[in-house]
Nanobody, 123 residues
Framework: QVQLVESGGGLVQAGGSLRLSCEAS????????MGWFRQPPGKEREFVAA????????DYADSVKGRFTISRDNAKNTLSLQMNSLKPEDTAVYYC????????????????WGQGTQVTVSS
């Protein structure tokens, strides 16, 4: 069974940075479009970013454009999310996911989910 394990979450002050990682196993990582989603407290899970098979193409939610950077290392089966200039509204559980399609940003496009990692941004 596919495993996606996130790490790197934590508590940070507004304006700070965090780097999330997702280690994938039991899948051919280079054959999967990958993405990050997040679920703020009391809200629906939402799209954050996606990356194509080779990493040549990326897509971001408007709320994180210019602050977050998604990347992948197919040799290490690892997905990353560099988060800069964090805001309190970025507080959420962040999930790594495999996607059926690039450019589709709904949770219905997800085939596998990680267990999530908590990011808390204090004001």
């Amino acid at each position: 069974q596919v495993q996606l394990v996130e790490s790197g979450g934590g508590l940070v002050q507004a304006g700070g940075s965090l780097r999330l990682s997702c280690e994938a196993s039991r899948l051919t990582f280079s054959r999967y479009i990958m993405g990050w989603f997040r679920q703020p407290p009391g809200k629906e899970r939402e799209f954050v970013a996606a990356i194509s098979l080779t990493g040549d193409n990326t897509d971001y939610a408007d709320s994180v454009k210019g602050r977050f950077t998604i990347s992948r290392d197919n040799a290490k089966n690892t997905l990353s999310l560099q988060m800069n200039s964090l805001k309190p509204e970025d507080t959420a559980v962040y999930y790594c996911a495999t996607l059926r399609f690039f450019g589709v940003t709904t949770t219905q496009a997800v085939t596998y989910w990680g267990q999530g990692t908590q990011v808390t941004v204090s004001s």
